[in-house]
């Protein structure tokens, strides 16, 4: 189970914001999917993505793809509970994790995708399992479900953790129309702007 807590780690980098050596963590991430899969297949094709592209252009398209869009947002709380209460408490209690683990929350709030991927890996065996079969894979089953149909770049990173889970996790795959409407069922109504994730951010800052 610890080594493939460890395995779903690699996936991590992938759905970070760009920064040099993004290519390097496709290939890494490749080595723990088994050939052929279409997990392999997703990860292929963001590896043909970036490659040639600069940094800029990537920013932007990470950007496009996972901070505009609420529906497909890397903050696993919010897919799990939207604005509620109980994201609040859930945003506490991975804060907690992550201190008892001796990692860096950084720039982004406590229940970032790529961060619980790496607490999962870090926790005792018992707890990374709960934390991703409890809270990762019912979200990121919300973030692809939340995807366009079509949709390349990045998502491409999403789309692959997502095939990783459904294929050894038991996070089944999207199939159910009913799933895409669902998906966007936690946000009905609410008009994101930029701005708003960061008053959010100031606001657990100073709750917490």
Not at 95 to 101: G, I, V
Not at 126 to 132: I, W
């Amino acid at each position: 189970m610890a080594a493939a807590l460890e395995d779903l780690k690699r996936f991590g980098p992938l759905l970070r914001y760009p920064a040099p050596g993004s290519a390097q963590a496709v290939q890494r991430a490749l080595a723990v999917v088994a050939p052929q899969s279409l997990a392999a297949r997703e990860l292929a094709a963001l590896s043909e993505f970036l490659d040639g592209k600069d940094l800029y252009t990537l920013e932007e398209e990470y950007t496009r793809t996972f901070d505009i869009n609420p529906v497909v947002t890397l903050d696993v709380g919010f897919q799990l509970f939207g604005l509620a209460y109980k994201r609040g408490e859930f945003l506490v209690k991975m804060r907690q994790a992550l201190a008892r683990c001796g990692m860096e929350q950084g720039t982004e709030l406590a229940d970032y995708l790529p961060t619980l991927l790496e607490l999962a890996a870090a926790l005792p065996a018992d707890e990374g399992l709960a934390l991703v079969e409890e809270c990762i894979a019912p979200a990121v089953k919300r973030m692809a479900a939340g995807l366009p149909e079509k949709a390349g770049g990045f998502a491409h990173g999403l789309k692959a953790l997502h095939a990783h889970l459904a294929a050894n996790w038991g996070c089944s795959d999207i199939a159910d129309p009913d799933l895409r409407d669902e998906a966007h069922d936690i946000t009905e109504g609410y008009e994101y702007s930029p701005g708003d994730l960061d008053d959010l951010r100031l606001g657990v800052n100073r709750h917490v």
